[in-house]
């Protein structure tokens, strides 16, 4: 009895496998929402402000971070948590594919987010003018938030990994 629990506890984590399928759904759903903002804005870059263009560069990074750490994480927790990604020999293989452990996905994960909050308090920043000061310390707030339990994690990740 004990032996079929665990192995029906140990099948279960393919129920992990379609949520990962559909983390690629939304990776398609960012890419058409980049596109769809270059042609948006592309007959308008000749009238558009300095300010303008570089919000919406800062927006297609965004969309580019947010897409890196999806496949980031697809990736990563299909390996580390369903089963080892098996690529052909002739295929191009990430680097870092195999490599990432649980605790380091968490970590990039942290500094993902991060990269993004920067990325939305620099937007934030250029348009200054038209963002209430008490909105803008609640944004500086919520992103040394972020930074610190970044931080937090990743010296917590290394006291953990020093004393094993």
């Known amino acids: 009895m004990e032996r079929f629990v665990e ?15 559909g983390l690629s759904l939304a990776l398609l759903m960012l890419g058409l929402k980049f596109f769809q ?8 870059i000749f009238s558009m402000k300095e300010a303008d263009l570089v919000l919406l560069v800062l927006s297609l990074i965004d ?4 897409g890196g750490l999806l496949v980031m994480v697809m990736f990563s927790g299909y390996e580390n948590f369903v ?4 690529i052909d020999d002739g295929k191009e293989k990430l680097s870092w594919l195999g490599k990432v452990d649980s605790g380091t996905l968490k970590n990039k994960v942290a500094a ?6 920067s990325i939305h308090l620099l937007k934030v920043f250029v348009n200054a003018e038209n963002v209430s000061p008490t909105h803008l310390k609640w944004y ?13 994690m990743g010296y917590l990740d290394k006291i953990t990994r020093h004393n094993h």
């Open 37 to 44: 903002e270059v042609f948006h804005y592309l007959p308008m």
């Open 83 to 86: 089963s080892q990604l098996d």
């Open 63 to 66: 969309l580019a971070l947010v």
């Open 140 to 152: 500086v707030i919520i992103h040394l938030t972020f930074v610190l339990s970044a931080f937090a």
């Open 112 to 117: 993902s987010i991060v990269a993004i909050s």
């Open 7 to 21: 192995n029906l506890m140990y099948g279960t984590r393919w129920i992990l496998a379609p949520i990962y399928i």
